[in-house]
């Protein structure tokens, strides 16, 4: 049977896209005897709850399969993680995969980014831009569930966009002045490209549609849950989902100006 990979797109009436690509924590029964990684260890370097974080008033790709069977943000020749170095040094299968398989998971691969490609062209014709949040979180604790936090290196949100193009720099700036100053009274540290500039998929939809929009590659320092354990905290997850529903304002107001 060929292998499946769980995704989800729902259009809205709306040029804007909130992506959630390493949400996703499925992976095909077919390649579970090839996995070395459990499924905790997958969990923790994934990004759950990313998903509920892209549930705003606009376009929407999900991704429910996780990461470690294909990553859409990083280049075909390194999507599968067939090394430890290329998974924070996690050995992700026992033994080399089978070709046919790899096969199957790299053309999965190619028909996503033709269908991402599709959708974004579509949204380009209908409204004659698009910007993308592409919405990531990540482990800042990674000497342990008790290591201490260095703030100073690890910002709660992280904005990647050296791919995008400079005409977009008014709307970023304002973008992160939104970000920043969030709601009554409350302040994040909100930085760009610190620790993400952007994967992949930004400097590829760039690339390809550039001067047409750009790519917001928004890293949540994992705040809203313990990075260990999994657990949610609902109220800070919500917190953030707020801080972006806060900045789709902006998005339109910068458009609607430019017109």
Same mark, same amino acid.
């Given at each position: 049977?060929?292998?499946?990979?769980?995704?989800?797109?729902?259009?809205?009436?709306?040029?804007?896209?909130?992506?959630?690509?390493?949400?996703?924590?499925?992976?095909?029964?077919?390649?579970?005897?090839? $996995?070395?990684?459990?499924?905790?260890?997958?969990? #923790?370097?994934?990004?759950? *709850?990313?998903?509920?974080?892209?549930?705003?008033?606009?376009?929407?790709?999900?991704?429910?399969?996780?990461?470690?069977?294909?990553?859409?943000?990083?280049? +075909?020749?390194?999507?599968?993680?067939?090394?430890?170095?290329?998974?924070?040094?996690?050995?992700?299968?026992?033994?080399?995969?089978?070709?046919?398989? +790899?096969?199957?998971? *790299?053309?999965?691969?190619?028909?996503? *980014? +033709?269908?991402?490609?599709?959708?974004?062209?579509?949204?380009?014709?209908?409204?004659?831009?698009?910007?993308?949040?592409?919405?990531?979180?990540?482990?800042?604790? #990674?000497?342990?569930?008790?290591?201490?936090?260095?703030?100073?290196?690890?910002?709660?949100?992280?904005?990647?966009?050296?791919?995008?193009?400079?005409?977009?720099?008014?709307?970023?700036?304002?973008?992160?002045?939104?970000?920043?100053?969030?709601?009554?009274?409350?302040?994040?540290?909100?930085?760009?490209?610190?620790?993400?500039?952007?994967?992949?998929?930004?400097?590829?939809?760039?690339?390809?549609?550039?001067?047409?929009?750009?790519?917001?590659?928004?890293?949540?320092?994992?705040?809203?849950?313990?990075?260990?354990?999994?657990?949610?905290?609902?109220?800070?997850?919500?917190? *953030? +989902?707020?801080?972006? $529903?806060?900045? $789709?304002?902006?998005?339109?107001?910068?458009?609607?100006?430019?017109?």
């Amino acid at each position: 049977m060929p292998l499946t990979y769980l995704y989800q797109i729902d259009n809205q009436e709306s040029p804007f896209w909130a992506f959630a690509v390493h949400d996703g924590h499925h992976v095909d029964p077919a390649l579970a005897p090839y $996995m070395a990684i459990s499924p905790q260890d997958r969990l #923790r370097e994934e990004d759950p *709850y990313t998903a509920i974080l892209a549930e705003l008033p606009c376009n929407r790709f999900v991704c429910g399969t996780s990461r470690f069977q294909i990553d859409l943000n990083r280049n +075909k020749g390194e999507a599968l993680y067939l090394r430890p170095e290329q998974s924070w040094g996690i050995k992700v299968w026992h033994n080399e995969l089978p070709s046919h398989i +790899k096969k199957q998971i *790299y053309d999965i691969y190619d028909d996503l *980014y +033709k269908e991402i490609e599709l959708q974004i062209s579509e949204t380009i014709s209908r409204f004659g831009y698009f910007v993308i949040f592409d919405i990531h979180s990540y482990n800042a604790l #990674r000497d342990g569930p008790t290591a201490t936090l260095d703030r100073s290196s690890n910002p709660q949100i992280n904005i990647g966009t050296s791919h995008n193009r400079d005409k977009w720099r008014a709307l970023t700036n304002s973008l992160l002045d939104i970000l920043k100053k969030g709601k009554d009274g409350q302040t994040y540290d909100v930085r760009e490209n610190v620790k993400f500039k952007g994967g992949f998929l930004s400097a590829y939809l760039n690339s390809k549609f550039g001067d047409k929009g750009c790519i917001f590659s928004i890293e949540f320092r994992k705040d809203f849950m313990n990075e260990w354990t999994g657990q949610v905290f609902p109220q800070k997850l919500q917190e *953030y +989902k707020q801080l972006l $529903m806060q900045t $789709m304002e902006t998005l339109e107001s910068y458009f609607a100006y430019e017109k």
